[in-house]
């Protein structure tokens, strides 16, 4: 089945949308012009708010992930194929999340945890279903970038979280 096949399947409708959220995101954030700046404006309580609105969305978007892995143990197998759906549909919301919540960028750890997030998720959107993964090694390399980008990013969004707490707050 061909990639074009793919994008107007209504099982994996998820993947237009998904490539459409990458494509919009990569330059937003490359260029700095994601939420945030749209804030500035505001008092510096009222830019805070919505910091913290938009981080605390984007990491329970990100959270929410993980519940998959969970599910997996459960071992009951209707339950874990509803929540690869919901993982693949959801698994576009931190791209968008991350634009909204991102201020400029810079050479810094969040540059790193910004692109950590964003190869996690364009990774995801090229699963097993859109891209058959025959080869062994292949598979073990997609679930590398997908997997442990996205566990690389849990300490760094703790680090984060705590230093805009402790050095940026109100």
């Known amino acids: ?25 990569v330059p937003l954030l490359t260029f700095g012009a994601g939420g945030r700046p749209l804030v500035e404006s505001l ?12 981080g605390l969305l ?9 519940r998959l892995y969970v599910v997996r143990r459960s071992g009951e197998g209707r339950r874990i194929q509803r929540e690869y ?3 693949r549909w ?3 919301l931190p791209m968008i999340l991350l634009v909204a919540h991102m201020g400029q960028p810079n050479g810094s750890l969040l540059s790193v945890t910004s692109g950590l997030l964003m190869l996690s998720s364009l990774s995801g959107l090229l699963n097993n279903e859109i891209v058959r993964q025959k080869a062994r090694w292949v598979r073990t390399l997609w679930l590398t970038l997908h997997i442990g ?3 690389l990013i849990l ?3 703790v680090l984060h979280v705590w230093a805009a707490f402790a050095f940026k707050g109100p």
């Open 58 to 66: 984007l990491t329970v978007a990100m959270l929410w992930q993980w």
């Open 43 to 54: 008092s510096r309580e009222g830019a805070f708010a919505y910091t913290v609105a938009s």
């Open 85 to 87: 759906r919901l993982h």
């Open 155 to 157: 300490p760094l969004v």
């Open 149 to 151: 980008s996205a566990a």
């Open 1 to 25: 089945m061909t990639m074009v096949r793919k994008l107007t399947q209504a099982r994996t409708a998820y993947l237009p949308l998904g490539l459409f959220a990458a494509v919009t995101a």
């Open 90 to 92: 959801l698994g576009i």
